[in-house]
DNA sequence: AGAGAAAGCGGAGGGCCCTCCGCTGAGACC
DNA sequence: GGTCTCAGCGGAGGGCCCTCCGCTTTCTCT
């Protein structure tokens, strides 16, 4: 996702190409194929995946493929990270649009909802989840920097707790997900974001009703897709 | 464990009953030098063991491995539903020594140390809840079945909720084991199942100070990035 | 005791994972 | 353009997973 080497101004070629090339060209048109095979493999797939067979249909060989990403983790990182922006974005949009406490569980709903739909890397994801191999510097951070945002914004309205790391609500919806999101027990993680909703309230605040609507105000189910 | 239907070992007595084969002896055996075998091999080992060196260990072959454990995650549940014994049955022990709230999250740290020492087995124990392959019929009920007593008896005093479902605490401890208890955050572990006790109280019954930016009750010294 | 039946055994085999390494050709420099 | 060089390529290879099937051993019945 990065080109960390920097080659020195290597522009002046007979074409400049926007200045910075440090990968070949083949090299970085090889490792596009790949993410685009892989995902739509990813996508269709319901069990497991051949790494082989996404480097045969990206025409490459298997030892290309794993030079470009060297672990089965890798290569669904790169695939999962680059459909992540959707997710965090969204948080500042609906913090805008909603009050904190509603947006959060909101949130939550979006991120469910764009994991269930990671079938075919579901199980790759959840171990290196679980391990750290996946997202520990790239995309959990990114995650638990939306999530913060939204927390942040509910303890100053006085809607969330303050005293909870970000972190740990990461790894909260991650289990959740972790622990329902292979099946179809849709509606468990439903209830299960609810009960981390609930864990999330300041003492006082906690709507006694649990089923139904939240509300809030706001209508518990959103009108939003 | 489960032993489907145990025929008394009638190994050879003179007469057997017809209708029901008894399991040969040899056979038996077999299983239970294999998850004797296994539990030594997975408790000892970090990483992925080795099926093979399962059996090779254990003197059968690869095929009598696959015969009795049809697949990695059974061989893996029928090590896991052994042990599991110790953990259901503290449920009523911890519930005649403290009120219900208190037994509960002893309760969890039971079982969260319990799965903590589960290291060579983790992965697949973890692909095999999220999927639900592992313990759906059997040992994810005798969760529930313990969490639920708990749960009730507190329900009835009143100092817990009356409105969850056990099955659904029972995925979110799943869910929190899944997304902790791999690498080395047993203090996360710790905070999370805080969460949850939290989540689990009846709209009233909060206890504001107790944690938060600091730890629940014992050494939660963990630095926030 | 002897014989027949089938439960149970073991390992060959095909597929996937990942590593390693010799070769090719893109790009730099002349 | 021509040459040099190493980034990048591809696939052979060793290990593990799991299946399949012919052979062995145990148990039953006479």
């Known amino acids: ?93 609906l913090l805008d649009a909603f009050p904190p406490e509603v947006a959060l569980r909101e949130w939550m709903d979006r991120y469910a909802a764009f994991v269930a739909t990671k079938r075919g890397m579901v199980d790759t994801l959840r171990a290196g989840w679980a391990s750290g191999r996946i997202a520990t510097p790239t995309t959990r951070e990114r995650i638990t920097t939306a999530l913060g945002m939204i927390l942040a914004s509910g303890a100053q309205a006085g809607t969330l707790r ?30 299960l974001l609810g009960l981390v909703m609930d864990a999330l309230r300041p003492p006082g605040a906690r709507t006694p009703p649990r089923r139904g609507g939240d509300a809030a105000g706001g209508g518990g189910n959103r009108p939003s897709p």
Request: glycine share 6%.
């Open 1 to 93: 996702m990065s080109s960390p080497e920097a080659t020195p101004a290597a522009a002046r070629t007979g074409q400049a190409d926007r200045g910075d090339r440090p990968v070949r060209a083949h090299a970085r048109r090889n490792r596009e194929t790949l993410i685009a095979v892989a995902r739509a493999t990813f996508a269709a797939a319901e069990g497991t995946v051949s790494l082989e067979s996404i480097a045969r249909d990206a025409g490459v060989g298997i030892g290309t493929l794993y030079r470009h990403f060297p672990t089965r983790e890798a290569l669904v990182e790169a695939v999962y990270a680059a459909e992540l922006d959707d997710v965090t974005a969204s948080a500042s949009t």
């Open 162 to 191: 303050a005293d909870v790391d970000p972190e740990d609500v990461t790894a909260m919806l991650l289990g959740v997900f972790l622990s329902t999101a292979a099946s179809d027990r849709w509606e468990q993680t439903g209830r």
